[in-house]
């Protein structure tokens, strides 16, 4: 089987309140790419991925008029995906949903929120945490709640799958240094707050012996800025779990805590216009647990440079450089 997590940038603006694909020459949100180029490039990078699930994250928007599952649905029957359904959780405000596209043949997955247990509220509640030790509790929330799924494979085994989008630590609105460090700081703090919420829902879960898969843009990876070092961890350290206990595995956060000296992998390619430059990082995981891991998956990065069936498919490159500013990251396994 094939599991695959998918930031596809802007998708809500591809589609009208109808679910309508907007199939036009006008600019779609990405730079420089038209609501057709866009479109047509996803119809095949989906199709080239032909996954059994895919977790798509900024999935088009669900609100009184739009529907994320109409609209994805809809995209699949255009362009004949085997993953032609589609499910969400929690709804937000943020025209960003979470979403799994899934083979009905293959599986059925549904919405299956955990209630609050030992204290870890569910991901639509209000999570308290001191996040800055000043004895006092802050009221954390998530504006993209994790995406919670009972699946059930079509051999009859059960799997529990989390999608996830973590608060970004970019500091959107900043004008001065002071500013970009405060809002900085401020970011990551709630990031992992918000790690830390979903970690305790994560151990529930391992504790249960579920098998478990973990998918998502956490906006966060292994030395990736300069104010890791003054919180010890990043999210995503904290989401896999220390040493002493059951961890997560993904094998990428393994490379990019190894390669010191070296490039890390990455899943994101962001243009920085006043710099003139693009940067890449390692956004994008499928964190699976210890049962899991010990089948032996396959994980891949769908990166139009790095990965070498892409570089050597010009038209699946291309495609992969118009359809959003992160690649997919595809586990293979064996279930």
Not at 224 to 234: A, K, P, Q, T, V
Request: hydrophobic share 45%; glycine share 6%; proline share 6%.
């Amino acid at each position: 089987m094939r599991f695959a997590s998918y930031n596809v940038e802007w998708f809500d603006a591809l589609f009208d309140d109808e679910g309508q694909l907007l199939r036009d020459d006008t600019w779609s949100r990405r730079r420089d790419v038209t609501r057709a180029a866009q479109i047509a490039a996803l119809g095949r990078v989906f199709q080239t991925l032909d996954a059994d699930a895919v977790m798509v994250i900024e999935a088009p928007d669900t609100g009184t008029r739009r529907s994320t599952v109409r609209a994805l649905e809809g995209f699949a029957q255009t362009f004949g995906l085997r993953a032609r359904r589609a499910v969400i959780g929690f709804a937000n405000d943020t025209q960003q949903e979470i979403a799994l596209m899934y083979d009905p043949d293959v599986l059925e997955a549904q919405h299956d929120p955990m209630g609050a247990i030992e204290g870890v509220p569910r991901f639509d509640g209000i999570f308290h945490i001191d996040l800055d030790v000043d004895a006092r509790q802050d009221h954390i929330t998530f504006s993209k709640p994790p995406l919670e799924l009972a699946v059930r494979l079509a051999n009859g085994r059960a799997l529990r799958l989390i999608g996830a989008h973590l608060k970004s630590k970019a500091p959107y609105g900043a004008t001065t240094p002071d500013e970009v460090m405060r809002l900085s700081i401020a970011n990551r703090r709630k990031q992992l707050a918000q790690a830390i919420w979903l970690r305790q829902r994560i151990e529930g879960h391992l504790a249960a012996g579920d098998s478990l898969i973990l998918l998502g843009d956490l906006n966060d990876g292994p030395g990736l800025d300069e104010y890791e070092n003054l919180f010890g961890r990043s999210s995503v350290e904290i989401l896999l779990g220390e040493t002493s206990g059951p961890c997560l595995f993904d094998p990428h956060v393994e490379q990019a805590l190894s390669r010191r000296f070296s490039a890390p992998p990455t899943s994101a390619r962001f243009h920085i216009a006043h710099e003139q430059r693009y940067l890449q990082a390692l956004l994008d995981y499928v964190m699976v647990s210890p049962d899991l891991a010990a089948l032996s998956p396959s994980w891949r990065i769908w990166h139009p440079f790095d990965d070498p069936e892409c570089w050597r498919t010009p038209a699946l490159q291309a495609a992969l450089l118009e359809a959003s500013d992160h690649f997919p990251v595809t586990m293979d396994i064996v279930l």
